[in-house]
């Protein structure tokens, strides 16, 4: 092959691999904000639930302590192992985590929407350095969350990629697992 051939060749080449690796970068945000989207309000439900249950509980709890005594103590065990869960899941940080890493990603995607066209090599190091600065972050995935929101981002990106099958188990238990 002579020689302006294949310069002209490898340019292409390298300039697809940029290509390439800005819709990857572009693909794993999506997943992000997606992700720490949904994890974000889980966390903040979950939260808001546990405050009034304990609320209600140790109210109700006061008016049994006086007047039925049994069932005053069962409303105050259930308080306790309420503010137990929120000690212990400490999901007023899980919160704020989540938010953090959803900002971090919005972020992300606004830098990858200002790419010049085409990207600079420089560029898109910048970006996958940036990326992989988020994911050290990120606390472990849930995966089948992670499946519900990989097929949200396939359809928003239009991917042309299969759906996976999630049943609805999985689905109503993707915060957990």
Known sequence: MPEAEYSKSSSSHSKRSL????????????????????CNGFYERASKVTAL???????????????????GQFLIAIT????????VS??????ESHSNLYRDYLDLKKQIQSLSSPPGEDS???????RTEIEARE???KRA?????RNDANSYLRTG???????KFRKMTRFFF
């Not at 249950?53 to 039925?68: E, H, Q, R, Y």
Request: aromatic share 8%; hydrophobic share 50%.
């Open 19 to 38: 290509e390439r690796r800005v819709w990857d970068i572009r693909y794993n945000t999506e997943l992000g904000i997606r992700y720490h989207m949904e």
């Open 53 to 71: 249950l304990s609320l209600v509980t140790s109210g109700t709890a006061f008016v049994f302590v006086l007047s039925i005594p049994v069932i």
């Open 80 to 87: 306790a192992i309420l503010q137990a869960y929120v000690l």
């Open 90 to 95: 400490n999901v007023s940080s899980k919160v």
């Open 124 to 130: 898109v190091k910048e970006l996958e350095i940036k």
């Open 139 to 141: 606390p472990a995935v």
């Open 145 to 149: 969350l992670l499946d519900c929101v």
């Open 161 to 167: 990629a299969e759906q996976i099958e999630i049943s």
